[in-house]
Every structure is written in structure tokens, then in C-alpha cells.
């Protein structure tokens, strides 16, 4: 058998940035990440918008002196645990920038774990009744240190998210 070489391995691999929110563990691809910062060095640099209705837009917060929206995942995703008796206060750790064609997204998380490497025969296909949730950002699914990641479509994410921004905020 012929062994594969490293370019081939990887063309069968895709990067991932995998992170947490709530209960629910999340990836991103990872030529999506901008950066991740610190919540707690942020209190001051976030501002909320004045008569904003709209959950999912926090406000804008100055990351670096670059002026970003910051939205809630937790919101536009439906990741909702309010109801469960174990509820704790829900204190976010880090921010994470996104960026896809200049078009940034700042977002609170829990827990970063890191940028991974995936195999593409890993990632498993969508129950029908998953696609066809109107609010399902979810691409598809895979195991990882024996949990369930759902792995965001980035295209409808940013495609919503920008929805928002045009909606509600103009720079």
C-alpha cells in the first residue's frame, strides 16, 4: 500500500477553531477567526445602542481601537437554558473577532479549546429534522474528545449577521 504524503493529508483535513457557548460545543472554520481577547480587559470598551430592539445585537465594542458589532451567538443560534433548574450565573471568558470579506463579528464565548485539524470522512450528515429548522446554522456534526460539535455554516452565519448590521447599525 502507498503511503500518503502530508499535502494529501491535509487536502483531506479542514481547520477548525472550536469553542463554547452555554452547554453547547461550536466550530468555526478557522480562516474565519480574527482574534480572541480577554472578556474581563473589555467592560469599559463595550457600548450598547441606544433603542436597539433586536436581541442578537449587543452593541459595538472597540477591540484594539477598531470599532466592531458585538452580537450574540447565544441569541441568532436559540441556545436557550434558561428553563433548566441548574441554571448558573453565566459569566463569558473570551471574545471572539470573526472576519469574513471585512465583514467583522465580535461575540462572547465561554471556553476556547483551540484550533484543530478535522477529517473530512469525520464529520457526520444532518438529521432531516436539523436541516430543515429554520433556525439551523449547523453544517453538519462530529465527535471530538467524546463530544458532539456542531460545525457552523460560516456562509448563512455571516450572510445573518450582516442582516443585522445593514438592519440596525450603519457605520
Known sequence: MEEKNIEEELSET????????????????????????DAKNCTKLLHTIPHSKN???????NICGEIRLYVSLEK??????SNE???TNHIYKRIMIINKNN??????????????RVDINSLQNMP???????????KT??????????FLDEELLF?????????????
Open 14 to 37: 479542514v481547520s477548525i477553531v472550536i469553542f463554547r457557548i452555554q452547554k453547547e460545543w461550536l466550530a468555526l472554520p478557522s480562516i474565519v477567526l480574527e482574534k480572541i481577547i
Open 55 to 61: 436581541p442578537v445585537l449587543k452593541g459595538i465594542i
Open 76 to 81: 441568532l443560534l436559540v441556545l436557550d437554558y
Open 85 to 87: 433548574e441548574n441554571k
Open 103 to 116: 465583514n467583522y463579528f465580535a461575540f462572547p464565548v465561554d471556553e476556547i479549546h483551540g484550533i484543530y
Open 128 to 138: 432531516d429534522s436539523v436541516v430543515k429548522s429554520k433556525k439551523s446554522f449547523t
Open 141 to 150: 456534526m462530529f465527535k471530538w474528545d467524546e463530544k458532539l460539535v456542531s
Open 159 to 171: 450572510y445573518s449577521l450582516s442582516k443585522i448590521k445593514i438592519k440596525n447599525y450603519e457605520f
